[in-house]
Nanobody, 131 residues
């Protein structure tokens, strides 16, 4: 049974940093596309960043480019999201997701990455950015 458990969320002031972690079990994450999504109150869940299995290629939402970094430690089956220079609009529930394939890389450029591209989901960790 695949389980994804997020941790590292919290409350920070604008400009602060957080490191989110996603610990996986029941899956060999080295073979999976791992992703982070977020959902703000009253809004749809949106993709934040993904890292592919084969070549480690990464993709980011335009709103987080240059501030967030996704990485993975396959030996620990853990995926990370380093978030720097956080802004109030980054507030939301952050979810880890995994899929054996993930979205087509071209989907990012077209804004077509969706929740259905990922089969497995964690329960989420809350990130709040406010002064």
């Amino acid at each position: 049974q695949v389980q994804l458990v997020e941790s590292g969320g919290g409350s920070v002031e604008p400009g602060g940093s957080l490191l989110l972690s996603c610990a996986a079990s029941g899956v060999t994450t080295a073979w999976y596309c791992m992703g982070w999504f977020r959902q703000a109150p009253g809004k749809q869940r949106e993709p934040v960043a993904h890292i592919y299995a084969v070549n480690g290629q990464t993709f980011y939402a335009d709103s987080v480019k240059g501030r967030f970094t996704i990485s993975r430690n396959n030996a620990k089956k853990t995926t990370y999201l380093q978030m720097n220079n956080l802004k109030p609009e980054d507030t939301g529930m952050y979810y880890c997701a995994a899929d054996s394939e993930g979205p087509h890389p071209g989907s990012w450029a077209l804004g077509l990455v969706e929740e259905k591209d990922f089969k497995y989901w964690g329960q989420g960790t809350q990130v709040t950015v406010s002064s």
